[in-house]
């Protein structure tokens, strides 16, 4: 790429504050989707759904921990390598620490249709600790729109459906596991579905993508290019 312009402190200084302008700007946005976002109405979840953990079998209701709201990352396993998606791999090593969340009565989960076994191992691998669980075997992945498959419901990843996503040159969506995140609340026994976003959704959640965004040279690479962290040469 071309570097930066060379100019004097006092012309950086001029462009630095229009910059900034436009920075405000876009926070005042962010904070105004964000509040749309909070007061989205939400859905009742009736079907009981079960998920196996290193604690043996847990309903979603389970998941909570005894919190208010819970937040499911939805993500993806690579069957063919038989270990978790590198690009959600980014997205986990940039969760801080959990009492944060915990402290604002939040969990944060991962759920994965992948065997128990499986998630177990590449989690030991990753040096992680945030809870993961399977969901294999139950519908959550397809009813939540994280797993792709005509037999089993209507394509549909990210609010588009199948002939949208092809038209869109998005055709490695149509099928099989799509990463995303899903939002619960829990009223008493009651839990309700308020939130999911896929796709770029998640950009927000990548804190690499954030500091590199503050640099000349930025991002560099897409998502998909990023490696496990246990595979850089550096």
């Given amino acids: ?50 998920f196996d953990g290193p604690g043996g079998k847990v309903d979603l209701l389970e998941l909570f921990d005894g919190r208010r709201q819970l937040i499911v990352y939805h993500f993806m396993w690579l069957w063919d390598t038989d270990e978790g998606c590198a690009s959600c791999s980014l997205l986990v090593d940039n969760i801080g620490h959990l009492s944060h969340l915990h402290a604002r009565d939040t969990s944060l989960v991962l759920a994965s249709r992948a065997p128990l076994a ?33 037999s089993v419901a209507p394509v549909e990843y990210n609010y588009k459906d199948k002939a949208t996503l092809m038209r869109e040159g998005l055709a490695f969506f149509v099928k099989g596991d799509g990463h995303g995140m899903s939002v619960f609340l829990r009223d008493g026994d009651s839990v309700f579905h308020t939130y999911s976003t896929y796709g770029r959704g998640a950009d927000l959640l990548v804190g690499t993508y954030n500091y590199l965004d503050l640099t000349p040279l930025g991002r560099q690479k897409y998502i998909n290019e990023f490696l496990h962290h246990d595979k850089y040469d550096v």
């Avoid at 499986?118 to 797993?147: H, L």
Wanted: glycine content about 6%; proline content about 4%; cysteine-free.
């Fill in 1 to 50: 790429m071309d570097l930066p312009q060379v100019v004097s402190r006092d012309e950086w200084l001029t462009a630095r504050k229009g910059l900034l302008a436009r920075e405000k700007e876009f926070t005042r946005m962010r904070d105004v989707v964000t509040e749309e976002r909070r007061g989205l109405p939400m859905v009742k979840v009736d079907k009981d759904y079960v």
């Fill in 118 to 150: 499986g998630i177990e191992r590449f989690k030991a691998r990753m040096g992680w600790t945030v809870p993961w669980y399977s969901s294999y075997g139950s519908d959550f992945n397809y009813d939540f729109n994280a797993t792709m498959d005509e």
